[in-house]
């Protein structure tokens, strides 16, 4: 089985400064990890997947995870937020062949 | 908290029949719903947006024919796979919000297997 979690249900960064979301998972198989971004009135997009592999993931929009088996964790980080940053980041896990199991979602707030 | 609901968990069924999948929402009103495919070990791709009652959009590539969504009420929207294929065969996940702040819920999936 798998589970997600993700700290802060609300992070609020100044534009330009660090963004990092925070995602610690648990799985009893080797994890299949995801990054999704929803903005208002839309479908949820993937920002980036780690499968196997590279454990330091590149996705859309300058974003990035890495994968720490040992701490459990795949937070996504991005160098300088930019307005059209803020939206609502989900964090998923699977086990390949299961369904994907979503955290509670972290709103990202992106201030001028 | 709120809390989305997906019927059945699993479905086995016959290549030719169709097949519903029921998503509701428990304690909330549910104004969009969206409907999600996912393929082993890969991504969700986005199928359709549903609003209570109005036609849904599908996303480009989908067939409309072939998966019918409706949604008739605030708290259920149905997906029905029409002449189901083996090809057909996925997860199906539904999630719903109940406005255009509020946070998305996801249900826990279904699973089609077309024989």
């Known amino acids: 089985a798998q589970s997600v979690t993700q700290l802060g249900s609300h992070v609020s960064v100044s534009e330009g400064a660090l963004v990092l979301l925070r995602c610690n998972y648990s799985?009893?198989?080797?994890?299949?990890l995801f990054w999704y971004v929803q903005y208002p009135n839309q479908g949820l997009q993937l920002l980036l997947k780690?499968?196997?592999?590279?454990?330091l993931v590149k996705g859309i929009n300058g974003f990035e995870a890495e994968f720490k088996k040992s701490e459990t964790s795949f937070h996504l980080t991005k160098p300088s937020a930019h307005m059209s940053d803020a939206a609502e980041y989900f964090c998923?896990?699977?086990?390949?062949?299961?369904?994907?199991?979503f955290g509670k979602g972290t709103r990202l707030s992106v201030i001028a | 908290g709120a809390v989305v609901s997906q019927h059945p968990s699993w479905v086995i069924c016959k290549s030719g029949t169709s097949v519903k999948i029921e998503c509701r929402s428990l304690?909330?009103?549910?104004?969009?719903m969206f409907w999600y495919r996912q393929f082993p070990k890969q991504s969700l791709m986005l199928m359709a947006t549903?609003?209570?009652?109005?036609?849904?959009?599908?996303e480009q590539g989908v067939e409309k024919d072939k998966f019918l969504i409706n949604h008739a009420s605030l708290t259920l929207s149905t997906l029905t796979v029409t002449s189901a294929h083996p090809e057909d065969s996925s997860f199906y996940i539904c999630?719903?919000?109940?406005?255009?702040?509020?946070?998305?819920?996801f249900g826990n999936g279904t699973r089609l297997t077309v024989t």
């Open positions: 999630s719903a919000r109940d406005g255009r702040n509020s946070p998305l819920h």
């Open positions: 799985s009893s198989v080797p994890p299949y």
């Open positions: 780690y499968t196997t592999g590279a454990t």
């Open positions: 998923a896990v699977s086990g390949g062949n299961t369904p994907l199991v």
């Open positions: 304690d909330f009103q549910a104004t969009t």
């Open positions: 549903s609003n209570e009652g109005s036609k849904a959009t599908y």
